[in-house]
């Protein structure tokens, strides 16, 4: 069962415009590491349970994907992770790294690139989320791992008891060359009842 159906459409719009000011502040972060304009869509919300995942789900039509992961602990915990297909993933390294680099110099960047790039938006998101919503939170360093795609995403769920995912699709826009990711909290039944609560409060604060 879609977990969506739990949220009311104030709560889906508050939490959608939450992470549109987080996607906005990731962009002006990357917009200054690579010197040309970085945009991203405002982020589509989709709550799921963790076994409904797979990469059909996720759009991820790519035999190979790259992810970032980073734990956030505090009053909301959550697995973050950012998602590419692996194309894409060097298409992107090659736009913050500059186009005169060979394949082979791309693969070389690829895990330091792609896990900078997920630490920016992963805290720009979180850090939206704590700043607008009142409560504090820590992050672990990113961590870069690459492989075929439903391995990666049986790990992904392997690694996890929690049974929530809220699930953000974003396009990646950098010097007019456009990508899609996917931003992937997981959270516990007590995290996505604790993030609800905090959300009504804002709301109400509205």
């Known amino acids: 069962m879609n977990t969506l159906d739990q949220l009311s459409e104030l709560q889906l719009d508050a939490l959608t415009e939450i992470f549109n000011i987080g996607t906005g502040r990731a962009a002006a972060s990357l917009s200054d590491i690579v010197g040309s304009e970085v945009v991203l869509s405002v982020p589509r919300i989709q709550f799921f349970q963790s076994s409904e995942v797979n990469a059909a ?112 699709h974003i396009d990646l826009t950098i010097e007019k060359h456009q990508s899609q990711g996917q931003l992937i909290f997981i959270l516990s039944s007590s995290s996505f009842h604790e993030l609800l609560a905090h959300v009504d409060q804002f709301i109400a604060n509205i």
């Open 57 to 168: 789900l996720l759009s991820l039509n790519s035999p190979r994907i790259g992810a970032v992961r980073q734990i956030f602990s505090g009053s909301v915990n959550t697995n973050a992770l950012l998602l590419f297909t692996e194309d894409r993933a060097l298409e992107i390294v090659r736009d913050m790294m500059g186009s005169q680099l060979s394949t082979e110099e791309l693969v070389e960047f690829e895990q330091e690139a792609l896990s900078e790039l997920g630490n920016i938006i992963l805290n720009a998101c979180m850090s939206a989320m704590s700043d607008l919503l009142h409560f504090t939170l820590h992050s672990s360093l990113p961590t870069y791992s690459t492989g075929p795609t439903e391995t990666m995403l049986r790990q992904i769920i392997a690694q996890t008891d929690q049974p929530t995912m809220l699930l953000l």
